[in-house]
């Protein structure tokens, strides 16, 4: 069953498409909330992936589908900013001032659980999407990105001309973009 005919069902027959897009998409939501929110009480997590369904029900009349926004892009938004909001509202774990200096560790501005989860989530998702592209871009896409190297020395490394490393940059952009639409990044706030 293609997306637009789950969002169909969804929304003439809520209770069998909702039955559907947790036995297709269930698995999937899990593993995002599950890398959001690893360490947390299993409860909390199965809230969370209770709560990205009730989210698509609550406002599914607004899906609108599209080839850069599907419903599983849908789903893994929802699902990562449920896990997120969860994150932000938990209290906060404190050390005593007193604890951090006897033990002669300087205080820092600690970093938020949900930013270090979505970092985790969105570096597998784009170091997955790479994969995606396959060879060449893949490789040319790591050494020009990943090992900050320049378009010259990734043509010389990897054997090719620069203008060939330039239009595999330029054309897997794109492809990549669309790729990263598909899992939920839809924006490029995310990369920041």
């Known amino acids: ?18 039955r559907q897009i947790i036995r297709i998409y269930g698995p999937a939501v899990h593993k995002i909330c599950a890398s959001f929110l690893a360490g947390r009480q299993r409860e909390e997590l199965e809230e969370a992936e209770a709560d990205v369904f009730v989210n698509l029900w609550k406002y599914r009349e607004r899906i609108r589908l599209s080839e850069t926004y599907s419903l599983k892009s849908y789903l893994f938004a929802i699902a990562r900013n449920v896990s997120k909001d969860r994150l932000r509202n938990a209290a906060p774990e404190t050390l005593s001032l007193d604890v951090a200096v006897a033990n002669g560790t300087e205080p820092e501005a ?37 090992e900050k190297r320049s378009v010259k ?40």
């Open 1 to 18: 069953m293609d997306e637009q005919s789950l969002l169909n069902l969804l929304q003439s027959d809520p209770e069998q498409g909702m």
């Open 110 to 146: 600690p970093r938020r659980t949900e930013d270090i989860a979505a970092e985790r989530w969105l570096q597998d998702t784009v170091s997955a999407s790479l994969a995606e592209l396959g060879e060449p871009a893949q490789s040319v896409f790591r050494k020009r990105y990943y």
């Open 153 to 192: 020395e990734t043509a010389a490394e990897l054997g090719l001309s620069e203008k060939k490393v330039e239009n595999i940059l330029h054309r897997g952009k794109s492809k990549l973009r669309s790729i990263l639409a598909k899992k939920g990044v839809t924006s490029y706030e995310e990369f920041e």
